[in-house]
């Protein structure tokens, strides 16, 4: 099979999703503390769940949008459901520009919220539709993208705040921007090439049928639990790297940011290089590994401080563990995907991606707020080290679906 890619209008509007997906998720944890000073949830002063409570509201819309996103796609078509997805999500980051308490950052994030679970659900199984013969390489690499997102968050929004913008400024650019790139999914279809949406409809009779054959599949919980803690370790340490950065050593937003964005390009070249180089049969072991790997660094991380070595040594030291832990964690969500998917052949593909993205987001929701209640006990130290513990349970459950995988094939031979 060739590797060359084959790219087209409807990849491209994916890789947007995927970008202004990111920076929507990434722009408010980057401009947390100024938010919190403005809203009266100091991070530094016993605000850190407040913080966290956040994304924990997001991620309840997104898992209910999550579980009907399928009805949703089947109704309106894939393509068109983006594009609303993102305008939901567009719509309602601008609608925290506004806000003038932090009880109503609450509504505007379960608004936002409401479009990227639609989005969560079916960006993956829309780019799969496109490249059947190989979704491992390009599912890994339409991930890429959200590093992507990370990197323009950090250069421009960082950039902003450190020249003195208003973080409702910049939230309300980051909300515009996104409501415009709803056009690469809306905007009138060339009829030469047209997006291939499934000439099957799922009714809710089908849907019921599948969905209960797939919840019988032990091995389906077992891919559920590394998708949760896998998704908690990734966004959990993204979502608190600036503001650790920022209260631990005492520096601006736009230090904070280019931490961040080290970690977004660590997943960047990690998502990219798995993306092009995974094969199915590989992919537990690069999750296995990664994990391994990224323990040791997250643990170092954690217990870095002013004042150890010259200012100059530390960030260098600091920013290279943080473009390490990017790479480690690149693919814990889509390769884990793709190997649950992969390990259940028979079953519906599309709700699959959904399943596992709903298990995956109150992954990310539950411990960006465990971490910020353990950070406003136990301090930033004990924020970071939620994240290895996260990391050791995932490669336990990875070593799990081996040891199921390895006992399913021994069935089949035997038959």
């Excluded at 002063?45 to 209910?64: E, K, Y």
Aim: proline content about 5%; glycine content about 12%.
């Amino acid at each position: 099979m060739s590797r060359k890619l084959q790219l087209g209008r409807y990849d491209y509007a994916g890789y947007s999703a995927f970008v202004m997906y990111s920076i929507c998720s990434l722009v408010i944890p980057l401009m947390i503390v100024a938010i919190g000073r403005d809203l009266n949830f100091p991070l530094d002063d016993g605000g850190m769940a407040a913080g966290g409570v956040l994304h924990m509201t997001r991620s309840v819309a997104m898992v209910i949008t999550l579980l009907f996103c399928g009805l949703i796609s089947n109704y309106f078509g894939k393509r068109i459901t983006m594009g609303l997805s993102i305008i939901f999500i567009g719509l309602g980051i601008a609608c925290c520009a506004v806000a003038p308490a932090y009880w109503v950052l609450i509504p505007c994030l379960l608004i936002a919220g409401l479009g990227e679970g639609v989005c969560e659900g079916i960006a993956t199984p829309f780019v799969q539709d496109m490249h059947p013969e190989a979704p491992e390489r390009y599912v890994n690499i339409a991930h890429a993208f959200w590093s992507v997102g990370i990197v323009i968050t950090v250069l421009v929004a960082g950039g902003l705040l450190t020249l003195g913008v208003n973080w409702r400024l910049v939230l309300g650019i980051a909300g515009v921007f996104t409501l415009l790139s709803s056009l690469g999914f809306l905007w009138k279809e060339n009829p030469a090439s047209p997006y291939p949406e499934s000439a099957e409809k799922v009714n809710v009779e089908k849907l019921l049928s599948d969905t209960g054959k797939i919840v019988k599949v032990p091995r389906f919980w077992i891919c559920c639990a590394a998708m949760f803690f896998g998704a908690g370790a990734e966004f959990g340490l993204t979502f608190w790297s600036a503001a650790y950065i920022q209260l631990t050593f005492n520096t601006g937003a736009w230090v904070a940011g280019l931490g961040t964005g080290m970690i977004a390009l660590g997943m960047f070249i990690g998502r990219m290089v798995f993306g092009y180089f995974a094969k199915v049969c590989y992919l537990r072991r690069i999750l296995f590994d990664c994990a391994g790997l990224t323990i040791p660094v997250t643990l170092l991380m954690a217990v870095l401080k002013p004042g150890i070595m010259p200012d100059l040594w530390l960030f260098i030291l600091l920013f290279i563990l943080l473009f390490l832990s990017g790479i480690g964690i690149a693919p814990y969500w889509p390769t884990t995907q793709v190997l649950g998917v992969s390990t259940m052949p028979k079953l519906d593909s599309t709700l699959l991606y959904i399943y596992f993205s709903a298990m995956g987001v109150p992954g990310c929701g539950f411990f960006t707020w465990l971490m910020g209640a353990v950070g406003d006990r136990y301090g930033l130290t004990g924020t970071l080290m939620v994240v290895p513990c996260c990391l050791l349970v995932f490669i336990l459950i990875i070593f799990a679906l081996g040891l199921t995988a390895k006992e399913r094939k021994t069935a089949i031979n035997r038959q």
